[in-house]
């Protein structure tokens, strides 16, 4: 199961905080929501890495430079994948 969080932002933050997000890992899903209707929905590729996300990204940036034009505020969903179960230590297990 994936978690999600939701950021409120002015269009003029909109690329950056999108930049940060993805810089961050672990995002499997950015949507932009305005006025509680989808902009854009942007589905990542897991343990892809920062490089081809980066460079994939850039069209994507592109776009959302465009909306965060014409929007004053909106909303950034974004979709996080699981953290792995860590093993519990030996002393845990012995026990």
Same mark, same amino acid.
């Given at each position: 199961?994936?978690?999600? @969080? ?15 997000? /993805?810089? @961050? ?7 932009? /929501?305005?006025? &509680?209707?989808?902009? !854009? #929905? /942007?589905?990542?590729? !897991?343990? *892809?890495? *920062? *490089?081809?996300?980066? !460079?994939? *990204? ?17 909303? !950034?969903? /974004? @979709? ?6 860590? &093993?519990?230590?030996? #002393?845990?297990?012995?026990?």
């Amino acid at each position: 199961m994936a978690e999600s @969080e939701k950021f409120t932002v002015s269009g003029s933050q909109l690329v950056e905080k999108v930049k940060q997000l /993805i810089h @961050e890992g672990r995002v499997r899903r950015v949507r932009l /929501i305005h006025e &509680d209707k989808t902009l !854009i #929905e /942007i589905p990542l590729s !897991i343990g *892809a890495s *920062a *490089a081809a996300v980066g !460079i994939l *990204a850039v069209p994507v940036l592109a776009a959302l430079g465009a909306v965060a034009a014409l929007v004053t505020q909106c909303t !950034i969903e /974004i @979709e996080k994948v699981e953290e792995p179960p860590t &093993d519990a230590s030996p #002393e845990e297990k012995s026990a």
